[in-house]
Nanobody, 123 residues
């Protein structure tokens, strides 16, 4: 089992940068594929990015490709999301999640979730 805590959210102007962190407990972080998702009010979880357990492969939603970068440090048990915000639809609560096995873009395939961190993009 792994526990996840997000941090780094806040208010940012469109065009600005923000880095989210996801700190994981336990000694098995390096065995989990990880993902970032976001959820705007009244909407379902939206896939943002995912990364393999080793960090060797990543996959992004089209809406963030080229603007966001997912990475992880298995020594520090931490995953990151570097965001170059552009548009109001980046405003959302961002969640990190962990799963065994292959990385996926489906929220239901992730067993462990953090509580989220709010990102608000001002125009």
């Amino acid at each position: 089992q792994v526990q996840l805590v997000e941090s780094g959210g806040g208010l940012v102007q469109a065009g600005g940068s923000l880095r989210l962190s996801c700190a994981a407990s336990g000694r098995t972080f390096s065995t989990y594929a990880m993902g970032w998702f976001r959820q705007a009010p009244g909407k379902e979880h939206e896939f943002v990015a995912t990364i393999t357990a080793s960090g060797g492969h990543t996959y992004y939603a089209d809406s963030v490709k080229g603007r966001f970068t997912i990475s992880r440090d298995n020594v520090k048990n931490t995953m990151y999301l570097q965001m170059n915000t552009r548009i109001a639809e980046d405003t959302s609560v961002y969640y990190c999640a962990a799963k065994r096995g292959a990385y996926r873009d489906l929220p239901l395939s992730y067993a462990y979730w953090g509580r989220g961190t709010q990102v608000t993009v001002s125009l």
